[in-house]
């Protein structure tokens, strides 16, 4: 029998993409999403994209810390395993208001946890950071490498992280895997679904994405004076489809008897920097993306990438695609919908 996952946050931009990875693997996907990041075409989409199996997705529009809500619905459905993506994420966001952050991915996390465990569902998938290795003293970053945070944000993910090992701890019946994703990028190679952000992008590809579609003049490129190959930031960038199967990957190793709280990089294991992500990016599209060099921004690592060890050994997941597929699924999102989910009047 089809196996049911509970996916919340799902109507976002990782959430999206592994919600169609699940349906079109044959699993029933309910999709909890409070849309404050997110729209409902995105749902939509992914039914369309799902095909026959579009009918094994369910929608309900809901907050996580409305907890009666929320217990209705586990009432009502019994739900496999939770895939847990909602949160709220943005890095600067989180420093100007830190008790929003607490009070979004901490209640949300522990009012989720907490009827999970009065349902009997202990089996939990949970979207944590690269963030959490702050700035590394060497890479590749393997999983046991120590912890820390720079921001609120990446407290949050630490907490919840600490969390998870502490129900753990007290109850062995838990399965949890914690997936410590690098820096995704790209979209569903079909154009449909991809990530669109709100107001002005954090993040370097939905900005650059924006700046080839002409709604942004220049990208502004934070720091060229790094100990890096070209002086500019190196990270480890993923595609949105192979983050979407390392999900996959961690509800198959949930039904392994051994696993208790485990904690796998979601990553390719190359770094790659700022100016050559944009060099990729240019090749992809076609379009110049104009730079302006500013001084570096606060809080910034200089290279970050994964050892991918730990999950081709024991998840038997590693990524296929590279920068050149990644930009060019990012630019067929960008020009089949430059104002994402949105028209020019809703975008910021
Ligand atoms: P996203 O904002 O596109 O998706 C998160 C979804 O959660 C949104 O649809 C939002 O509406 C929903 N949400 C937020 N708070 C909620 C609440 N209280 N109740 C119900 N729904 C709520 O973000 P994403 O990029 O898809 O990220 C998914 C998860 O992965 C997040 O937990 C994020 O912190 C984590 N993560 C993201 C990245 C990244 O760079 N995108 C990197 C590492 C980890
Ligand atoms: C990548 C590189 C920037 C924007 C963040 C979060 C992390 C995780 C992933 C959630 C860096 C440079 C960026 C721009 C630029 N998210 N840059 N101009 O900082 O690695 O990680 O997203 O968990 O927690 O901190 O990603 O895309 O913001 O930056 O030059 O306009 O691009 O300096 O070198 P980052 P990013």
New binding site residues.
Partial sequence: MAQTILV?????????HTVLQLLLGGYKAVV???????SPIAIKRVQELAGKHGPNLTFHQ????DKPALEKLFASTKFDAVI??????AVGESVAKPLMYYN??LI?TIALLEVMAAYGCKKLVF?????VYGWPKEVPCTEEFPLSAANP?GRT?LVIEEICRDIHRADSGWKIILL?????VGAHPSGYIG???RGIPN?LMPFVQQVAVGRRPALTVYGNDYATKDGTGVRDYIHVVDLADGHIAALCKLSDPSIGCEVYNLGTGKGTSVLEMVAAFEKASGKKIPMVLAGRRPGDAEVVYASTDKAKRELKWKAKYGIDEMCLDQWNWASKNPYGYGSPESAA
């Fill in positions: 919340t946050g799902g109507a976002g931009y990782i959430g999206s909890v999403d409070n849309l404050d990041n997110s809901m907050d996580l810390r847990h993506f909602a949160g709220l994420k979004n991915n949300g979207s944590s950071s690269a963030t944000y993910k410590r994703y690098f820096n995704p990530e669109d952000p993040n």
